[in-house]
């Protein structure tokens, strides 16, 4: 059987022109021999046939055009209007996701290889409130035929076409001139020739797109004869013959290729914490949206992880997006060594506004792992600046993570971070023992006791204390009670030590509080931001830091040894203000405590099967903990091929930390195929 190929035909003020170069693709697709289905994923101005049945008209012509092709609308409104409206108007709701669902069930029962998708008016028609046409194309991963009405405007209104599909990573495969009218006789013909003539050529130069064919003009098409029709549609048809070719012939959707990506993965490219020779296959997602991770065959996996901490608005978001385009057209990078720029500014003064009370220098830095090296650093060149060269061990926690560099590796856990791999090559560090006090039960002073007899002991020799506020994330998904990080505060104020708080997983509203230390209302000298900083659009990081750690640095001209190449990149810190406005409006509070509310009851029944030995939730953050390490290779089967969600788990670790955005129902077959792994025995 040959591939399937889907393709998106839109355009604007065509009136029935796109459902004509839709027909006439069908017919033109038919005739070599293709499966062919026509689809109209929504119909608006439908009416009613003698027999009650409601008719779609582009369908109508579908049929005329070619009665061998399959052809179907999705979703029917009688108003003639744009569908948002024409939906509102009988009470009813379109949307992406169930526009998606529909065409699945549609392609599964018609077997078609070849099937056309006719817009309804142009890309940014508005589906409801906030999705529109282009949402639902961008979702399918199609090829787009723009459909161009060859007149006076046309070169605007296509190149905007354009480069709004492209926006939204559309690469259209060309567009085709539909002749709306005949040009009139004499010397104004002459000019709308010229027209005609000229709009092809400017488009297809500055669109860098080709023309794939020009509709001649044919009036009442739909009302002439059916032997003068036929001869139409077969005239019609055939000037597509060779765009239909080309609409067949292999492209970037061809299972050979989604084979090779796989294929060179898997000899070349490292995963994380993996070997090349030795991983399994990756899975190849293409797109994302909303909740979902969208994988090459059309599978729509709800993600239970937020891509690592990061995507909590959820993949896509327009707001973010948006301000990644503005900025790329304005300046993507510049160096920061000797320039400023707004998005840097902007993005500080958030932060400081935010940020926990007494922090007030931002160091900007590129991943969580640098922010880290900074932040001790900081820690250090402090301690040396005021004269305390005996200061220079870091002081950690058993079962932390802070990143994969050297000097954040010699602050992880010791086993966990196989300490042991680097012997003699990472800095000593001082461990206390992991908080054995939970995050939901009672504080006795006796849990940070280990944590003062170290600083009794070695207090001189430590230049800071880096820890997770409140939840230990890679090292073990450990939530630990905010009483201790208070008792930490005050054993650092009382040593001369630094408190350097790692936020990159907990902060912006992960835990339930913006940041973690808002649990134990505890502000440190210094905090490491990052992974959801940007929305999990792009990678940044934050160090901020008091005054008194900014000055101390500074005394007697000293200055901070640090500064990467993308400092500050402007593209990194627009999309991080824009995040920030989406978790200004408060929004989150509410969504993460459903989100919690929802992980409990859904995870409730975990506490009773076999292998289990603690369930916690805290926040947006849901964790299993098994009495052994899981088979995550078949975990993660299960999950897709089963559930189609993306959980990944670790160690002895199942856990969900999903985009602050899921829906009640997609967090529930989250929770859902967690109980059934559990339960049906497929971590084993
Ligand atoms: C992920 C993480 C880091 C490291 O961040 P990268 O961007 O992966 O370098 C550091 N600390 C904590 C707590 C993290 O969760």
Redesign the pocket.
């Known amino acids: 059987m040959a591939e399937l190929r889907l393709i998106c035909v839109c355009g604007t003020d065509t009136g029935v022109g796109k459902t004509v170069l839709c027909a006439a693709l069908a017919r033109a697709a038919h005739a070599l021999g293709r499966g062919v289905l026509a689809v109209k994923p929504v119909q608006t101005g439908c009416y009613e046939a003698p027999g009650g049945e409601l008719l779609a008209p582009d369908v109508e012509v579908y049929r005329q055009a070619c009665p061998q092709a399959q052809s179907a609308a999705l979703v029917t409104l009688r108003a003639p209007a744009s569908p948002h409206l024409a939906a509102r108007l009988e009470g009813r709701d379109i949307s992406v996701a169930g526009l998606n669902l529909d065409l699945r069930a549609c392609l599964d029962q018609s077997g078609a290889d070849f099937v056309l998708l006719e817009g309804a008016g142009g890309l940014l028609t508005p589906l409801n409130e906030e999705e529109s046409l282009l949402d639902f194309f961008a979702c399918l991963d199609a090829s787009l035929v723009l459909a161009v009405p060859n007149r006076l405007g046309a070169i605007n209104h296509a190149l905007l076409s354009i480069e709004a599909a492209r926006g939204r990573g559309i690469e259209p495969c060309g567009f085709v001139l539909l002749n709306a009218s005949a040009p009139a006789s004499g010397r104004e013909g002459d000019l709308e020739r010229r027209i005609h003539g000229d709009n092809g050529a400017i488009i297809s130069r500055r669109g860098a797109l080709p023309c794939l064919g020009e509709l001649p003009f044919v009036p009442g098409l739909l009302a002439l004869d059916a032997r003068r029709r036929e001869r139409a549609w077969e005239k019609a048809s055939g000037v597509l013959s060779a765009a239909a070719a080309a609409l067949c012939a292999p492209c970037r959707a061809d299972t050979a290729y989604a084979a090779s990506i796989l294929d060179f993965d898997r000899e070349h490219l490292w995963h994380p914490y993996s070997s090349p020779a030795l991983q399994p296959r990756a899975y190849e997602a293409v797109r994302a949206r909303g909740a979902s991770i969208i994988l090459r065959d059309g599978r729509f996996l709800v993600d239970g992880m937020s891509s ?2 990061c995507a909590a608005h959820g993949y896509g978001r327009a707001e973010l997006l948006q301000s990644l385009r503005g900025q790329a057209g304005r300046m993507p990078h510049v160096m920061f060594g000797g320039f400023t720029h707004a998005p840097a500014v902007d993005l500080g003064r958030r932060l400081l506004e935010i940020a926990p009370a007494g922090l007030e220098k931002i160091f900007y830095a590129d ?6 090296e900074v932040a001790l650093k900081m820690a250090l060149q402090y301690q040396m600046a005021l004269g305390r060269p005996e200061k220079k061990r870091i002081l950690a926690l058993r079962g932390a ?5 050297l000097g ?1 590796m010699s602050v992880c856990d010791p086993v966990n971070g196989m300490h042991s791999l680097f012997q003699g090559v990472l800095p000593e560090q001082i461990f206390a023992p992991r908080p054995e006090c939970r995050f939901d039960a009672l504080y006795t002073s006796q849990s940070a006791q280990e944590l003062e007899n170290i600083f009794k002991v070695r207090g001189r020799e430590i230049a800071a204390l880096i820890l ?1 506020p409140i939840v230990q ?2 090292g073990g998904m450990w939530f630990y009670h905010p009483d201790y990080l208070y008792r930490a505060r005050e054993l650092c104020l009382e040593h001369g030590c630094l408190l350097i708080l ?1 936020e ?3 902060g912006f509203g992960r835990t339930g509080r913006l940041f973690a230390c808002e649990w134990a209302r505890v502000s440190p000298d210094i905090m ?1 931001l ?2 959801a900083l940007t929305g999990g659009v792009i ?1 940044l ?1 934050a160090v901020l830091a008091s005054d008194a750690v900014a000055e101390g640095i500074s005394r007697r001209g000293g200055i901070l040894m640090h500064g990467p190449t993308f400092m500050a990149n402007p593209l990194a810190c627009a999309v991080a203000g824009a995040s920030l406005d989406i978790l200004g409006s408060g929004e989150w509070r509410d969504r993460v405590l459903g989100i919690e509310a929802g992980l409990r009851l859904g995870l409730e029944p975990c506490k009773g099967f076999g292998g289990v030995a603690d369930v916690r939730v805290l926040g947006a953050i849901g964790v299993l903990e098994m009495e052994r390490p899981v088979n995550v290779q078949r975990l993660v089967r299960y999950f897709v091929e089963e559930h189609g969600v993306w959980i990944r788990p670790f160690n002895r670790l199942i856990y969900l930390m999903p985009p602050y955005i899921i829906s009640k129902e997609e967090l529930a077959r989250l929770t859902v195929a967690v109980c059934g792994a559990v339960r049906e025995g497929w971590w084993i």
């Open positions: 690592w901490w991943s969580g792992s640098v922010a880290v993570y802070h990143g994969d560099t954040a997770e994330g890679a790692d990159i997983a907990t490491c990052g992974k990678t990081s």
